[in-house]
Nanobody
Framework: QVQLVESGGGLVQAGGSLRLSCAASGRTFSTYTMAWFRQAPGKEREFVAAISWGGGSTYYADSVKGRFTISRDNAKNTVYLQMNSLKPEDTAVYYC????????????????WGQGTQVAVSS
């Protein structure tokens, strides 16, 4: 069982940066693939980025590639999403998710979810 708590959301101007954090409970965090998803108002949830259990593999949605970076610190049971060059279309609630064992891009393949953190990008 893993519990996930996101933080770091907020309001930022276009072109700005934010870093999201997701703190996980449990002693088996290092065995989980971690991912970020987002959901904008009136839209379906979409995959943003994922990172393997050891951090050696990452995978990004085309819409964020080159702007966002996912990373993790297994000693701190935390996964991060560094978001640079933010655009108004990045506005959404961002969710952290966990699964075992491999990277996946479909939300249905993830077993544990956080409550989400709101990101708003003004133009």
């Amino acid at each position: 069982q893993v519990q996930l708590v996101e933080s770091g959301g907020g309001l930022v101007q276009a072109g700005g940066s934010l870093r999201l954090s997701c703190a996980a409970s449990g002693r088996t965090f290092s065995t989980y693939t971690m991912a970020w998803f987002r959901q904008a108002p009136g839209k379906e949830r979409e995959f943003v980025a994922a990172i393997s259990w050891g951090g050696g593999s990452t995978y990004y949605a085309d819409s964020v590639k080159g702007r966002f970076t996912i990373s993790r610190d297994n000693a701190k049971n935390t996964v991060y999403l560094q978001m640079n060059s933010l655009k108004p279309e990045d506005t959404a609630v961002y969710y952290c998710a966990a699964r075992i064992p491999l990277i996946a891009s479909k939300g249905a393949e993830y077993d544990y979810w956080g409550q989400g953190t709101q990101v708003a990008v003004s133009s």
